[in-house]
């Protein structure tokens, strides 16, 4: 068990210093209170205290100083502190356990992990290397971009662990190949996809396509991003062993992709019309 600590007042200058209210957050006897209130006490009057610094990130609207310090009376001390006190005496209590239907929900397109980033951001510039021709048939707003994502990328890439690169792909210079080789050597990076990476990644498409409830309307941008990690999903799913196949699930689209007034839109398929389900054969 913890000891009641020992008695302490604080100098004059140091009580002095807490009535700055800018600079100290204070609690009398375990109770917020205005820095106004030590006016009407002595540096005798406090019988123990403590306190620390506060991190800029740490600090909130209410509390924003960048001190706190807890401050104790006689009383306060003997009541809450002291030898006779509850203070560090074993707690004996009861916990009951019930169940309650509730769900945590985190938008985890905000906060992807870094590898799920990272691939999401390599498919992006796979799509945009891949658009329209080579890359000096490009426009230089499109070749910049692509110089950025794919300088982005490599330094990621060239600072990872080797253990991490093998649930990465190395991005492929966006001008030193041809579309042919380029090809060839996606290819080849997608085949080292482990059976831990596509895990990795299907829990994370999983999350993300049940966030908020599987009922749950998602926007389009959303499907979007959804649709990425799907598309990235199946291709490492291709490129998986026989063995490691039989140990997981291909990967599903909850939506149907369709063209509407010549836009292209997902739809889910409880709001597909009878006409949209015989075109698509489901």
Same mark, same amino acid.
Request: overall charge negative.
């Given at each position: 068990? $913890?000891?009641?600590?020992?008695? @302490? ?12 209210? !800018? ?8 109770? %917020? ?15 123990? #205290? ?8 740490? &600090? ?5 100083? *960048? ?11 003997? @009541? ?9 005496? *074993? ?9 309650? /239907? ?26 945009? &290397? ?23 990328? /490599? !330094? ?17 210079? *966006? ?11 996606? /290819? ?19 999350? @993300? %396509?049940?966030?908020?409830?599987? #009922? ?12 990425? $990690? ?33 836009? $292209? ?11 949209? &389900? ?5």
């Amino acid at each position: 068990p $913890m000891k009641s600590p020992e008695k @302490k007042s604080p100098d004059p200058e140091m009580f002095e210093d807490w009535k700055n209210k !800018e600079k100290f957050a204070l609690w009398l006897d375990d109770m %917020v209170v205005s820095n106004d209130v030590l006016e009407d006490l002595n540096p005798s009057d406090i019988a123990v #205290f403590w306190g620390s610094s506060v991190t800029v990130n740490a &600090r909130t609207k209410r509390f924003p100083q *960048p001190y706190q310090f807890h401050l104790y009376s006689e009383e306060g001390y003997e @009541k809450l502190l002291g030898p006779n006190s509850d203070f560090g005496k *074993p707690i004996s209590d009861t916990i009951t356990l019930t169940q309650r /239907n509730t769900t945590w929900h985190k938008d985890i397109s905000r906060y992807p992990d870094p590898t799920t980033a990272y691939l999401q951001k390599n498919a992006r510039y796979e799509k945009l &290397r891949k658009s329209e021709g080579i890359f000096s048939q490009k426009s230089q707003q499109e070749q910049e971009e692509l110089n950025q994502l794919y300088q982005e990328l /490599n !330094e990621e890439y060239s600072k990872s662990s080797d253990k991490r690169k093998k649930s990465l792909k190395q991005p492929i210079p *966006p001008q030193s190949k041809t579309d042919s080789q380029q090809s060839v050597s996606t /290819n080849s990076e997608i085949h080292q996809t482990s059976l831990s990476s596509y895990q990795e990644l299907n829990t994370s498409y999983q999350l @993300k %396509v049940n966030e908020s409830g599987l #009922f749950a309307k998602k926007s389009d941008l959303e499907i979007e991003k959804l649709f990425e $990690m799907f598309t990235i999903l199946q291709d490492q799913h291709k490129f998986l062993s026989f063995e490691d196949k039989r140990k997981v699930k291909r990967p599903t689209f909850p939506y149907f992709k369709l063209e509407e007034d010549g836009k $292209m839109v997902f739809k889910k398929w409880e709001d597909l019309t009878e006409e949209e &389900r015989k075109t698509l054969a489901c």
